[in-house]
């Protein structure tokens, strides 16, 4: 039996997903979750197999919590099922380790065979997702990223010096880097190129 933790913030969704899952004879949905942090609670607790898991969730990202497993070296497979076709969001979701990456408007029976490779020790990768993803590079840094996303969620410059414990002025000289680099006219159209770009 390949043992799955499904992560996903919409409950309908999420019981949904759960469900289509338990059709299969050799999969058991072991815990569900609706934020990344229970899901980090609920991988090292119970040890599944796959953690499947969305990108868009409250707090701690699908990405954020891939990393956090890659950091504690677990031993679970992480596949992200999205319905975000960005190469950015692709190529970021690889780099922290990511297993398999599946888009929610494909067939459902592609879900269940990904999370069977992907158990095997394989990849499951749309192809072409994974063509375009090495097409265009991410520009942006780590900080530029955090400073961007607030100031795209309307935060002021000194919010997002508390937020992030830096001053005013070095937020001010990342969000001019990231503006430059993205190519927007001004931070909110940064913060909207990055997003649909998946850099954010």
């Excluded at 039996?1 to 469900?19: C, F, K, Y």
């Excluded at 975000?84 to 879900?111: C, H, I, M, Q, T």
């Excluded at 063509?131 to 000194?158: C, K, N």
């Amino acid at each position: 039996m390949i043992r799955v933790v499904v992560a996903e913030d919409q409950s309908m969704v999420l019981g949904a997903l759960a469900a289509l899952l338990e059709i299969e004879r050799d999969i058991n949905v072991v815990g569900k979750a609706r934020t990344g942090a229970e899901a980090l609670d609920l991988v090292r607790r119970l040890e599944p197999d796959i953690l499947l898991t969305d990108i868009e969730m409250p707090g701690m990202s699908g990405l954020d919590l891939a990393q956090a497993l890659r950091a504690e070296q677990a031993r679970v497979r992480v596949v992200i099922l999205t319905t975000f076709a960005r190469p950015g969001y692709l190529r970021r979701a690889l780099e922290a380790g990511v297993s398999g990456y599946v888009l929610k408007d494909a067939p459902s029976e592609r879900l269940a065979d990904a999370i069977r490779r992907v158990h095997a020790g394989a990849r499951a990768i749309d192809p072409e997702l994974a063509a375009e993803a090495w097409g265009e590079l991410d520009p942006l840094t780590d900080r530029e990223r955090q400073v961007l996303r607030l100031a795209g969620d309307g935060r002021t410059g000194s919010e997002i010096a508390r937020a992030l414990q830096l001053s005013e002025g070095t937020v001010r000289n990342y969000l001019s880097e990231a503006i430059n680099k993205v190519g927007g006219r001004n931070r909110v159209d940064a913060a909207r190129i990055a997003r649909a770009k998946g850099w954010l």
